[in-house]
């Protein structure tokens, strides 16, 4: 069976909005979902209601295996992020907040995961340069 990461925007709008509801059935069919340790703070970072805090908690709770960035990743990610800020023109908020999307993907790239994401742009720019499936959720 394939691996996979889920994007923290997935999340997002599933317990939001109730969003991608029968694409995630689809995707725990196809896939082992593992979590990321930068999703999940990225998660925690913008739970700011009570009850958000108890879903992210939750779920952290239940990620018995939680894929995390090594030290050569947060190195190649400054490349990245170089790389494609420079050809993009981005300014200094862009490289930023593409730094965790580009954490992610290099982590998935370690593990032969899919990222499962319900934004392609960035990611899109990710799969060129460091190779990994990424997969729309609907």
């Known amino acids: 069976m394939h691996l996979a990461i889920l994007d923290t925007n997935v999340y ?26 930068v999703v999940l ?16 908690l939750q779920l952290f709770r239940l990620a018995r295996i939680c894929w995390e960035p ?9 490349r990245l992020v170089q790389k494609i800020g420079d050809g993009g023109g981005w300014d200094r908020n862009k490289r930023r907040d593409f730094q965790n999307d580009t954490l992610i993907a290099l982590t998935a790239r370690r ?3 899919t990222v499962i994401t319900a934004d392609l742009a960035d990611f899109e720019l990710l799969a060129r340069e460091v190779r990994i499936p990424v997969l729309l959720v609907t």
């Open 111 to 113: 593990h032969g995961a």
């Open 12 to 37: 997002i709008g599933h317990w939001e909005r109730g969003l991608y509801q029968d694409g995630l059935d689809a995707i725990r069919k196809a896939y082992i979902v593992r979590h990321s340790a």
């Open 41 to 56: 703070s990225e998660l925690r970072r913008g739970a700011r209601t009570r009850d958000a805090q108890q879903l992210v």
């Open 70 to 78: 090594t030290a050569l990743d947060w190195w190649e990610a400054g």
